[in-house]
């Protein structure tokens, strides 16, 4: 079996993030990786579902665990191209995901601006994987908005 | 028309809270107010669906903001038996909630242990409304689990 590397996987998340860039929605992205495999995939869809909970890692939690059949994902690897808000750190949290690895840092609404670990203690975080394209995409989005 | 108390609003969240504890689910209920009628009733599916974010809160907001046509709601009243998690809290942030009002206190993953306000400034809250009752049926349900 071929090993995909972690550009890879927040590559394939990138191109979520395109596809909600596509659709007028705040440009983000995710994929979770299970044994080396995409098990979901998601992009932000507030605008679309009238929903401000679908976040691009919230769909990608509920559809990781709708495929494993399961609500643990500490297996699991999560790939998102900004970093994640408090609701979805929370979600997270409770998923007890074994990996994130996030793009953009987010110093609004980013969860790691808070002092408090709100992740799980055995998840492991890696910051600024793909960053500036994760940036750029989000800085055209809201230029594009503003035109 | 008929005006109702928050007591009666938070007793429909409560009759929530117990159809989750007939299926097995922790008790918690949730009901949305906006002009003093519940558009959206929603209690923790956690098991059922599979899912980690699947609270009554989360279900509540998504309902609401379907019924509305609107992802913010700002002039709704949420009532929910037992104090919000982290990923609650997140999701009534971006919600923009007028006032939410929870009944017993979770001291281990309510949101207020945290020091940061996580929710919206101009979200009001009260805390402890039909707090015994709520505790109560949250201390039965995990006695009947351990047996």
Redesign the interface.
Known sequence: MEIYSDEYFMNEAFKQAQLAFEEGEIPVGAVVVCNNRIIARAYNQ??KL????AHAE?LA??AA??YL????LKECKLYVTLEP???????M???QLGEIFFGAEDPVRGFSR???N?LHPKTKIHRGLMADQSNRLILDFFKELRK
Request: aromatic share 10%; proline share 0%; charged share 15%.
């Open positions: 507030t605008e009238t929903d401000v909970t919230v939690i509920t665990s709708n059949g399961a609500k643990y808000c408090v609701m979805c750190a929370g979600a949290y409770w998923a808070l002092e408090t709100l």
